[in-house]
Structure formats: structure tokens, C-alpha cells
């Protein structure tokens, strides 16, 4: 309200001059008016009054004469005819609270004497207090109500608005950018009120963006931390595999003459078996950290390098197959959903189907009796991790991947243990039923293929695990 004060006072403040400067000039130019007409008064009178008197002088005499001149004054104080002689003229002088106009009378050559003509700036004094007077009520009438209409209309049209305008502008620097501004002023002010609202738009839109794309930026660091847990871990995997696979070979072999001796007790000979049992296990543990560490590092050589176009479709079938006897033991049902054209995305089958398996294992394990797991077969536009350079394109801009996906109805994963489901020996199966090797093994696989695995979960609702492989070839190199 500070600007509509000063435009009301600025307002106030130069009316008031126009209004004073105004009601000056007035009084000066009636003034001025009210002195010509005395004097024009004056000269009337003595121009028809001189040559009567000297005409009465000259016919009747003087008596006759002077007593037109007494009879001539008015009743009013204001206007005095009279007559004087040279000596009363000299002695009255020319006082400033009278206009004097002094007519001589010459009568066959000879001055006789002057008619005094005299009125009284009393009159003019009144008529000067009496504008003034109008004036000032007149100057305060309008300072009134001009002052009035000025205060309603400046915080109508000002003072309001630009209230509304700071309220928004802080409302803005502390974040808040919803709720537009509505001014329904067609001038500047309506003008500045939809330009902030156009900007709120603008910062909300880029505030969205920044926050995906601080989100993404987080994610990526996630992903990027994983992957370099991974590597590490896979390295360390491989040293100590090449290191322990040397002395269990020896074990192994020892413990399996002595479980073939026929003369050693059968006590022996079944403790040898179960020694056996422990190291083959041992053993297989080993292969798949030397799995792990291999995906992260060269390709193998042999059959596991060959790269063709793989049937995703039957590939899901035969994994079936393979697990039917475990999901009717706990009565969980598999399902395989392909779409109608389905992909063939470039990759080592036996390997993917090694990534399956895992995921439809850690589904199974999941579900309850009577739950259904749906392997669903498609390709769709994603967008990829950061460290992944993607090739093929869609039509909506982003990359194509060919998508195989294992949704359960299980109890889902905890927020606070997702982000750490790919790291290598985390479980959170009970001890004996898994390694915590299976997810990071399929990780470095689906990662050796060009892709990556997403994972979404709701707990007590189930968990989805969505196997995202490049559609061409291209995108291996």
C-alpha cells in the first residue's frame, strides 16, 4: 500500500496546487474586472454629469448647479458625488481606501470648482473576501472528494493488486507455486499478474524436471556403485575360486575312495559320502563365483560365446519343464505369456535361460500355495541406465528392448533390502537354501548381453523382474 499512498498523496498534493493557483488567478482577474468597472462607472458618470452642471451653471447659477451635484450622490455609502474648490482638493490628497475621479467645471473660461466622484474599496475588500471564501470551500469541496475517489480507486486499482503481487512473489521465494493470480485488471498490473502466473507454470515444469532428473541422477549413482561392488566382488570371486579349486579336487577325490572302500565300516564310508556331498556343493558354489567373475570380465570361450537370435518363447517353455516338479511340490502355478510377436533379441540362450531359471527359483520360493507366476514375453520402449548406450530407437524416441519379465504374487521384497537383492552372498533365504549367488550371477549375465535387470516389488503383493536384452546386435558392441 506504501505506492498507493504515494500516488494518493501525489494526487492530493498537485490538485491542491492547481486547485490554490487556480482560485489565485480567479481572485486577481475578478480583482482587476471589479477596478475597471468602478473606473468605467467613474468616467460615465462624469461624462454626462460635467457638461450638465456646466450647462445648468451657466443658465440657472451656481445654487441650481451645486444642488444637482448634491442630489446626484446615491443613498449608498459605497458611490459620493460632491462638489470642491481648488483649496479642498489640495488638502484632501488621494487616499488608498477611495477611487477618486475629480471632474472640473469651467464656466466662460473661469475654473469654478470640481465634482468629486468617490467609492469606497470597502465594497471591493468585501467582494475580494467573500470569492476568497467561495474559493476556499469550493478548492476544500473538490480536494474532498477528488482525495476520496483517488484513495478508492488507487487501492482498488493499485493498492490491492500489488498486494496480491508481493503476497505472490513471496509465496514464490518460499516455494510455493501453486494457486494462479487472478487480477482482473486489463492494464500493467494485469499484465505482470499473468506474466507470474506463465512464470510459476515455467519454474513448476522445471522443478519437475530437475527432480527426475536428480532422481535419475541418484539412480544412476546407485547403479554405478553396484556395478562396482560387483567387479570387485567378482574379482575377489575369482581369485579365491582358482585358489580353492585345487585342494577340494584332492578332497573330493579322497573322500570318494574312501566312501568305495568295502573295508572300511559302513560308518566311515557314509561320513565319507556326506564329506563328498559337502564338497561337491563347495564345488558348485565355486562355479558359479567363477560364473560371476567371468561376466564381469572376458567372455568364455566355446559354446557360452556363440551369439544368435534366441527364442524367448521356448526357451520360457522349456524352464517350465524344468521347474514343474518344484512348483507342483508347492503347488504354485507357472504360466508363460508371450505377445503376439514376440522378440528374438541376440543372445546366448543356455545363458538366459540360467537368468530365468534364478528368477522363476526366487519366484516359487516367494509364492504361496495357490499363487501364479507369469512369465510374460514382449518389447517395449524403455529408458535404459546411464552406463548403458542404447541403439534401436522407437517411435516415441526412446530405445526398444526386448522385455522378459517374472511377476509373482508373493510376499515382495522390503523397501530397505531392494537395493541390495544383487549383491553377491545377500540373502535373505534361511541358511542352506541359498548361496545369494543366484541374482548376481543372472545380474552379470543379463549386464554381459548389452542389458540390465529391473525390479519392482510391493510388499505383501508381489515382486516383478523385468530382463531388459538389446533387439540388435549392434548394441553388444
Known amino acids: 500500500m506504501k505506492l498507493a499512498r504515494k500516488l494518493i498523496l501525489s494526487m492530493v498534493v498537485g490538485l491542491t496546487i492547481v486547485l490554490v493557483g487556480n482560485a489565485f488567478l480567479r481572485v486577481r482577474r475578478e480583482l482587476a474586472a471589479f477596478e475597471l468597472d468602478m473606473k468605467r462607472d467613474h468616467d460615465a458618470l462624469a461624462r454626462y454629469l460635467g457638461p450638465a452642471v456646466t450647462a445648468v451653471w451657466e443658465s440657472a447659477g451656481r445654487e441650481v448647479a451645486l444642488d444637482i451635484v448634491a442630489k446626484t450622490t446615491p443613498r449608498t455609502q459605497a458611490l459620493r458625488v460632491r462638489w470642491i474648490n481648488e483649496e479642498e482638493l489640495r488638502q484632501r490628497g488621494y487616499p488608498e481606501d477611495r477611487l477618486f475621479t475629480d471632474v472640473p467645471i469651467t464656466v466662460e473660461g473661469e475654473r469654478k470648482g470640481y465634482i468629486e466622484i468617490s467609492e469606497s474599496h470597502r465594497y471591493e475588500q468585501n467582494y475580494v473576501r467573500s470569492t476568497l471564501l467561495r474559493s476556499f470551500v469550493l478548492t476544500f469541496v473538490a480536494l474532498l472528494g477528488t ?31 501453486e494457486g494462479p493470480l487472478v487480477i482482473g485488471q486489463r492494464d500493467e498490473l494485469g499484465e505482470l499478474a499473468q506474466e507470474m502466473n506463465a512464470m510459476c507454470v515455467r519454474l513448476a515444469e522445471a522443478r519437475l524436471a530437475l527432480d527426475a532428473e536428480t532422481t535419475e541422477l541418484l539412480r544412476t549413482q546407485e547403479q554405478l556403485r553396484h556395478a562396482d561392488r560387483l567387479a570387485t566382488v567378482g574379482k575377489l570371486a575369482s581369485g579365491i575360486a582358482h585358489e580353492l579349486g585345487t585342494p577340494l579336487g584332492v578332497a573330493l577325490m579322497r573322500a570318494n575312495m574312501i566312501a568305495m572302500n568295502e573295508q572300511l565300516p559302513r560308518e566311515a564310508r557314509a561320513a565319507a559320502r556326506i564329506v563328498g556331498e559337502q564338497i561337491d556343493r563347495i564345488t558348485r558354489i565355486i562355479r558359479q563365483l567363477l560364473d560371476f567373475a567371468r561376466g564381469r570380465g572376458e567372455r568364455p570361450p566355446g559354446a557360452l560365446h556363440r551369439r544368435v537370435p534366441a527364442d524367448l518363447v521356448a526357451l520360457a517353455q522349456r524352464s517350465v519343464t524344468m ?12 504360466e508363460v505369456a508371450p505377445a503376439d510377436n514376440p522378440p528374438e533379441p541376440i543372445a546366448n540362450a543356455e545363458q538366459i535361460q540360467q537368468v530365468l ?3 522363476l527359483v526366487n519366484a516359487i520360493h516367494a509364492s504361496q500355495e495357490g499363487d501364479r507366476v507369469i512369465i510374460a514375453i514382449g518389447s517395449r520402449e524403455v529408458k535404459p541406465p546411464a552406463d548403458v548406450t542404447p541403439v534401436v530407437w522407437g517411435e516415441k524416441q526412446e530405445p526398444q528392448y526386448a522385455v522378459l519379465s517374472v511377476k509373482d504374487q508373493g510376499v515382495g521384497i522390503a523397501p530397505e533390502v531392494l537395493p541390495r537383492i544383487f549383491e553377491p552372498f545377500f540373502t535373505t ?49
Do not use: M
Request: net charge negative.
Open 323 to 334: 521347474l514343474e516338479p518344484l512348483a507342483d511340490k508347492r503347488a504354485v502355478t507357472i
Open 357 to 359: 531359471v534364478n528368477l
Open 429 to 477: 533365504k534361511a541358511v542352506g537354501e541359498g548361496t545369494g549367488l543366484g541374482l548376481s550371477v543372472a545380474y552379470g549375465i543379463v549386464r554381459e548381453h548389452g542389458g540390465w535387470i529391473d525390479v519392482t516389488s510391493e510388499l505383501g503383493k508381489g515382486t516383478c523382474f523385468s530382463v531388459c536384452l538389446p533387439t540388435q546386435r549392434s548394441e553388444l558392441v
Open 147 to 177: 482525495g476520496a475517489l483517488a484513495i478508492v480507486l488507487g487501492i482498488w486499482f493499485v493498492g490491492n493488486p500489488i498486494e496480491k503481487l508481493v503476497d505472490k512473489a513471496r509465496r514464490i521465494g518460499d516455494g510455493d507455486l
